[in-house]
């Protein structure tokens, strides 16, 4: 489904990502660790298609497609979804109408046919009860004063409204209690199916907990320094992130 | 004598009050007399310039620029039809329509079917009308103002809508100005003007259009006058798509009783240039005051809102929104004077302005400016000058929408904090409609 070869990434000149290789197909769930400033959320902007990055070398294909090529709203349209780590507040903009105006932009490329109103806000109300969402989310401003763990709430019900084949998780977990962290878990594994991926970055490896990822791989200067299954989380928790540096033969301690 | 100061004094505004010289019709005394008194103020102002403060920011050189003809005005409209075509002309309620200055009996509603409200041209009721007497000229700036004493000088007619105490008037009314320009009848002068008097505990929505029809330049000098009496509401909305070759100027003079509401809303969507100025008194205490507004301005024209609020009694509360978004190369002026006098005590009043550059030529000059002569008051004003959030903008694309929708959609969003308040169902679809199509044009 996706598949980035040697990916090399800079900005404001600085290079970030310096050779990333990494398989995903249906069904996986991947996760991406690594400690600050190693390059999982430029890596997760990139595939998402944000502006003020400059791919200096490598390809992304996704489904056949060169990925890199797609503005993000195409990207999007052909199944990638992309949770924010800081979800960004819009005012005066309805959630509501915002989400039905994005899925049936999505429904519109698919083939599909739109959804109404009425049908749109049945869909709707369903998946937020799913959320444990609070139905007045609904109709107040994309995020506006939303508290953290609402706005990540809200990442998680529009890609549950979405339905992406690739779903981008960029730190989704932090800055949330244990008891959100649940809600938002059972959302994206409500989700997981044999056609639907995800790529799950995150800091802290109590998420995997409730998200069981099939890979996890780890992310140290823009670069993929150690991949393996579910253990390899356990491990960096016990042992954090300098004895792969070490195992690779360096000395210096990582930040 | 009107001739005579032109031979003297060859300027613009000479030319302006010469060829805007209206006949008598048989006016009674009082009238000719405040028309005599407004023809001398202006001739002795004559046009400001930018060395007026409260012009400093707007050039008037398009006005100047006017080679005014004689009134070969056109006044037949050519039927209801055509009427009906133009946005924000039929807004589901009774209204009076004046073509080029001059009250058309054949498109307005019939006077008399609303009770308890008074109807009509102010030119016919000027003599058989206690209110009109009382209160013409008496809430404008004539004596300050150039452009309001060219108007109560020359204007040829204009609307009359009185309310009888504890009268609630259910459907708005609506004064619509048609500007008919036929490309060869211009450039022309015309000063529609409004008045209206809302009696005690009385409640009245009123919707002043200025449209524009056909090609050409013309100028449109407004005035309003509004006295809203004790515990009175009134919601007045002006909206104005002039021709883009158009200059208008426009006043509104308002004074509110004890415990009155009133909310005006300034739509400013068409005309090459523009002024829109307020001055809004609280002569009683316990009044609460809103002003809003919307400016849509693109290509080199040019918007100025330019409001006064004069706190002169305690307990009053004003709110003050102003919104603009601007493309290409437009211009916009923002002043809003806050005057809050010693008396007014507990004066509760906020002010924002924020505007939204969609385009990197164009300017805005936006000044709060309070004045308080008071202790014990709360005031407050903000304005910001932006872009759009190009956040946002990314995080509706990775939801599917695209950059255009995107941008379509934040803009539309910003303009609805002013367009969600318009309290009148009909012309809030017209303004949403209008928006939809303007906006694209822009992204």
Redesign the interface.
Known sequence: MLEIRNLHVSAEGKEILRGIDLKVNPGEVHSIMGPNGSGKSTLAHVL????GYEITAGEVDFKGQDLLDM???E???EG???A?QY???????NNTY??R???N??RR?RGEEELDAMEFLRLARSKAKLLKMDQSLLSR?VNEGFSGGEKKRNEIF?MSI?EPTLGILDETDSGLDIDALKIVSEGVNALRSPERAFVIVTHYQRLLEYIVPDFVHVLDRGRIVKSGDKTLALELEKRGYSWLREEAGEAQPVA | MTEAVLETKKNAAMKLAGLARREANGEPDWLLDLRGKALDQFQVKGLPDRKVEAWRDTDLGRLKAMDFQSSTRESDFGGVERLEDLRFASLDCPRLVFVNGRFSTELSSDADSLGGVTLGGIAKQADANGSVRAHLGELSKWQDNAFDALNLAMFEDGALIEVQGGIEVEKPIHVVFVNLSNGQNGPFVVNPRVLVVAGESSKVSIIESHLGSGEGSYFSNAVTEIVTGDNATVDHYKVQLELESAVHISSLGSVQERDSNLRTTVITLGGGLVRNEINSVFAGEGGWSELNGLYLVDEDHHVDNFTRIGHEKAHCDSREMYRGILADSARAVFRGRIVVSEGAQQTDSKQTNNNLLLSDRALVNTKPQLEIYADDVKCTHGATVGQLDDDAVFYLQTRGISKEDARVMLIYAFAGEVVNRVGVERLREELDSHLLKWLPRCV
């Open positions: 998402s298609g944000r502006e503005k993000p709203e990207r999007a349209r990638v979804f992309l924010f979800p960004v507040e819009i005012p005066g903009v915002f989400l105006a994005a899925l932009a999505i490329h401003p529009q979405l």
